[in-house]
């Protein structure tokens, strides 16, 4: 069997396990990227989550100076920092400093999303004005990193680290004016246009301006997977984080991931929502995983796959990790 033809890479969101303490889940997040080291993956990205009950991913800068301290040369990164939450100098700095101690190791993700809730909006201070002004801020940071602003963030990063955009679809033009990396995931990532393409990332590819970080387009598709010795076992490493988002859209939680994965709802809606995150999500045997990986990277034009998901059952998550490496 051929190996997939791009890079693959994870991101972990450090999610809470029933019955398992918060350092248990912040403890696995390290223990994934130096596994994920030594079976070849390229990137090891973590995200940031507020007051969220079921998440323990909350200060990505934080979790990115452990991670990179415990492995030697895979690549660190958050998908991402969430702009809106920040003064773009303070992120700028953390970036460089991040850089300046792990040189060449170190992504900046940066998203535009508020927090889930109106009350850790106002604990952020952060309103929607501030996510209509995220192209505005992102090109404040970019001028505090590479010194072309009004001040330079120290350490000086000199335009080292690569920044990401992750776009829900509508934010793949400010990635493509910024001459930065997009990263896709979701329904819009399924969603084509006539020819067959991911109509959104055919819009980044075309106004993409070059810039000195990235010279051409370069695109991260974003998506659930779980490898596992059935179809059916891969299914149930997703169901948890499938339920878990159900719950967070029905009800405002989002709970820890739980072990009884065949539970169900009588809401019909809450059932079409754990429908539909399987439905975009890809897993399977190694063989059904690689077939639906290559066609959704040739169809996204993706230069290298995200991976996302987390499942309960840790054991299971390490071995779809595992046969998952095999791939390439």
């Known amino acids: 069997m051929a190996s997939l033809s791009v890079p693959v890479s994870i991101l972990d969101r450090a999610h809470i396990r029933e019955g ?7 403890s696995a997040v390290l ?5 994920a080291e030594e079976t070849g993956y390229r990137r090891f990205w973590v995200a940031e989550h507020h007051a969220v009950a079921g998440i323990a991913g909350s200060a990505p800068a934080v ?12 690549r660190i990164g958050s998908g991402g920092v969430m702009l809106p939450n920040h003064q773009p100098l303070v992120v700028a700095e953390q970036a460089a400093t991040l850089q300046a101690l792990y040189p060449g190791r170190i992504d900046l993700g940066l998203g535009r999303s508020l927090g889930f809730t109106p009350a850790v909006r106002t604990a952020l201070r952060a309103g929607p004005e501030d996510a ?13 990193l590479d010194g072309s602003g009004p001040i330079t963030a120290r350490p000086r990063d000199r335009g080292r ?7 829900t679809g509508t934010g793949v033009e400010i990635a493509a004016r910024a001459g930065l990396g997009v990263v896709l995931g979701g329904p819009a990532l399924f969603r084509r246009n006539s020819a067959g393409q991911t109509g959104a990332l055919e819009r980044y590819r075309r106004a993409f301006r070059p810039s ?27 169901l948890p984080e499938a339920q878990a988002l159900a719950d967070s859209r029905t009800k405002g939680v989002f709970p820890a991931l739980s072990g009884a994965g065949n539970r169900t709802s009588s809401s019909a809606r809450w059932q ?20 639906r990986l290559e066609e959704l990277a040739a169809s996204a034009w993706a230069d290298e796959l995200l991976v996302t998901g987390g499942a309960f059952d840790i054991e299971g998550q390490r ?4 046969l998952l490496a095999g791939l390439f």
């Open 20 to 26: 398992f303490s918060e350092t248990d889940a912040l």
């Open 31 to 35: 223990e994934r990227a130096e596994a």
């Open 63 to 74: 979790l990115m100076a452990a991670l990179a301290a415990r492995t030697n040369s895979i």
């Open 132 to 144: 209509e002004q995220f192209e505005e801020h992102l090109a404040q940071l970019l001028a505090y």
């Open 161 to 167: 680290t690569p920044v990401f955009v992750l776009a």
């Open 212 to 238: 000195d970080r990235f010279p051409r387009p370069y695109v991260l598709a974003a998506v659930n997977v779980a490898v596992a010795g059935s179809e059916t076992a891969a299914r149930e490493l997703l």
């Open 272 to 291: 079409d929502l754990v429908r539909a995150t399987l439905e975009t999500s890809v897993y399977g045997t190694p063989g059904q995983v690689q077939a």
């Open 319 to 322: 071995e779809s990790d595992r």
